[in-house]
T-cell receptor
Framework: GAVVSQHPSWVICKSGTSVKIECRSL??????MFWYRQFPKQSLMLMAT?????????EQGVEKDKFLINHASLTLSTLTVTSAHPEDSSFYIC???????????FGDGTRLSIL | GENVGLHLPTLSVQEGDNSIINCAYS??????FIWYKQESGKGPQFIID?????DKRQGQRVTVLLNKTVKHLSLQIAATQPGDSAVYFC???????????FGQGTILTVHP
């Protein structure tokens, strides 16, 4: 149980393109979803926390107009990287939780490469 | 988060040895802790969790120890196997602030 599916797993696109990444909880209702960014050999950096039906809470230094998050249902959250540039290339990972003190279950990440 | 942007420490062990991975957390209000394993190119996988009313919890080949006095968490892996090679992250959370904070990860390499 507690499977989180992230799609796509790999994206290559041109600079200036907007890219949408989906995160779905397949067998549980996720009241909260989290979006992380990870560079090679580094730890995960929390970008934002989203609760179903409300606006996402962004971490300091993360541009909310650049990284649009939508959490319209208890099983789906999306992250849209708008007007992506090469410096946005990274590994983006989502996680989902069904409670305040419950484990986060992670997707398998999306590798984004902007040319 | 803590230690964002820093390169991760490494631990190398021989197959069959026991491994101990350590984590320090800063918020004394933390009362729920999780260890995750992240293999290359994948998202983190849940290994084991522990709540603050316990100081030890055992799983299959893994044991988590919690020392609240010094705010320290450790993961012990018995008879380490090459398949255990991965990055290990600890997470600390609490009902008082409702968000998990991840600790610095450790790269574990198991040599056959």
């Amino acid at each position: 149980g507690a499977v989180v599916s992230q799609h796509p797993s790999w994206v290559i696109c041109k600079s200036g393109t907007s890219v949408k990444i989906e995160c779905r909880s397949l067998d549980f209702q996720a009241t909260t979803m989290f979006w992380y960014r990870q560079f090679p050999k580094q730890s995960l950096m929390l970008m934002a926390t989203s609760n179903e039906g409300s606006k996402a809470t962004y971490e300091q230094g993360v541009e909310k107009d650049k990284f649009l998050i939508n959490h319209a249902s208890l099983t789906l959250s999306t992250l849209t990287v708008t007007s992506a540039h090469p410096e946005d290339s990274s590994f983006y990972i989502c996680s989902a939780s069904n409670g305040l003190n419950q484990p986060q279950h992670f997707g398998d990440g999306t590798r984004l490469s902007i040319l | 988060g803590e230690n964002v942007g820093l390169h991760l420490p490494t631990l190398s062990v021989q197959e069959g040895d026991n491994s101990i991975i350590n984590c320090a957390y800063s918020n004394s209000a933390s009362d729920y802790f999780i260890w995750y394993k992240q293999e290359s190119g994948k998202g983190p996988q849940f290994i084991i969790d522990i709540r603050s009313n316990m100081d030890k919890r055992q799983g299959q080949r893994v044991t988590v120890l919690l020392n609240k006095t010094v705010k320290h968490l450790s993961l012990q892996i018995a008879a380490t196997q090459p398949g255990d090679s991965a990055v290990y992250f600890c997470f600390a959370g609490g009902t008082s602030y409702g968000k998990l904070t991840f600790g610095q990860g450790t790269i574990l390499t198991v040599h056959p």
